[in-house]
């Protein structure tokens, strides 16, 4: 939460973030596209583009983007 949004309640507040996302399609491209939508707020002050690397769509297998999506969900 320091550098970025704070995680805390990810689950709660995504299916609310873009209009027309679900809570999953939120976190996934918030992952292999993180520039999509940037949050404004970060603890620091304005969220910054360009902090989380661009590179998770390619790098981290379906299985492995399933399994961290379904890990961020948990987060209440």
């Known amino acids: 939460g320091i550098g970025g949004p704070n995680l805390g309640?990810?689950?709660?507040?995504?299916?609310?973030?873009v209009p027309g996302q679900s809570a999953e399609d939120y976190i996934r491209e918030s992952i292999v596209n993180p520039n999509a939508y940037v949050v404004p707020e970060c603890p620091?002050?304005?969220?910054?583009?360009?902090l989380m690397p661009q590179?998770?769509?390619?790098?981290?297998s379906?299985?492995?983007?399933?399994?961290?999506?379904?890990?961020?969900l948990t987060l209440e």
């Open 55 to 60: 590179t998770f769509g390619q790098t981290l």
């Open 62 to 72: 379906p299985a492995e983007l399933d399994g961290l999506i379904q890990y961020l």
């Open 44 to 50: 620091s002050g304005p969220c910054a583009a360009n």
């Open 9 to 17: 309640g990810l689950a709660t507040r995504a299916g609310s973030t």
